[in-house]
């Protein structure tokens, strides 16, 4: 499914959230959406899901008018880990999970056992199995994360929304939960904070800054020092990771380059000849060479 978003316009409490944001999500490609705190990330999700209601602007799927489309209709075909679950739900892992099915149900239909079956499975895939009956509301944080996405992923749509889906999971559930994303090679719109999980997995990368895209571009021009000091204010290093290929990135202490690393550049500490310089690990500070 390919998604395209036009001129999309939205306020709360007449402030401009978003501001005239267009972009497009080729069919089966994985879009990462980075930026600051506050650029306007989930707006844009929330938008696209429709949890929002865009002050102006087009959403097509497909072609098709999103707003156009009914609620059970779009369920369909829009999936959703969204980054916070207020609502304390009682309900077991599995009842939650089944919840995904809800779609493709007509009113008093019960689950069948192909629903069944796939909750299961899916409990299994994200490395839920044995939790079933656990009650939701005492499940650790990274735990409750991997039923919200068994729950999105057993709604079988063409396309996925993830709001920050690594959030609460150590490191290896969240290399399993997009290497599980990304085995399924659907249309994936994510916002993503951590630089080399967007680099490993996504496609295309968009950059929001102030509710407006930045850029947009494949990641290896978008990830560069340069990007990352003006959209984030840090300084960083990118390199590329011998083994896969894929762009490395490793943050460094603040201090001012002139001429890039390497080059003549000034420590805050007004220290401002010309030297290369390390980060000592033993000692956790930039050191002159
Ligand atoms: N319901 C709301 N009412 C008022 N302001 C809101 C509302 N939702 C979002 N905002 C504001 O809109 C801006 C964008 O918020 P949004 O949550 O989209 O940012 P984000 O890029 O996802 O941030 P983060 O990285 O912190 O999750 C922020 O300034 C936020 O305070």
Avoid: W
């Amino acid at each position: 499914m390919k998604i395209q978003v036009k001129n999309l316009r939205f306020s709360i409490d007449k402030k401009e959230i978003l501001k005239d944001v267009s972009f497009n999500v080729p069919k089966g490609s994985f879009v990462g959406v980075i930026g600051p705190n506050g650029s306007g990330k989930s707006t844009l999700l929330k938008n696209i899901y429709r949890l929002y209601k865009p002050s102006s602007g087009e959403i097509l799927l497909d072609n098709k008018d999103l707003s156009t489309m009914k609620d059970k209709e779009c369920a369909k075909e829009i999936a959703v880990l969204a980054q916070e679950s207020s609502s304390q739900f009682d309900f077991t892992v599995e009842q939650i999970v089944k919840m995904g099915r809800y779609p493709y149900k007509s009113i008093f239909e019960d689950y069948s056992k192909e629903d069944l079956k796939m909750v299961e499975d899916m409990l299994k895939k994200v490395g839920l199995d044995n939790y079933s009956e656990r009650s939701f509301s005492n499940l650790s944080g990274g735990e409750k994360q991997r039923t919200l996405i068994a729950r999105a992923l057993v709604q079988n749509t063409d396309f996925l929304i993830l709001d920050e889906p690594t959030n609460h999971l150590d490191i290896g559930y969240q290399i399993q939960l997009m290497d599980l994303v990304k085995s399924l090679n659907i249309t994936t719109l994510s916002a993503i904070h951590d630089m080399n999980m967007a680099s490993m997995y996504c496609d295309y990368l968009i950059v929001m800054k102030d509710g407006q895209i930045t850029k947009y571009g494949k990641v290896e021009e978008v990830i560069t020092s340069q990007m990352l000091k003006e959209v984030f204010g840090v300084n960083a290093y990118v390199g590329i990771n011998p083994i896969n290929n894929k762009l490395q990135v490793s943050f460094m202490h603040s201090h001012e380059h002139v001429n890039g690393v390497g080059h003549d550049h000034v420590h805050e500490d007004g220290f401002t000849g010309k030297h290369s310089h390390y980060h000592n690990h033993l000692t956790n500070k930039m050191e002159l060479v």
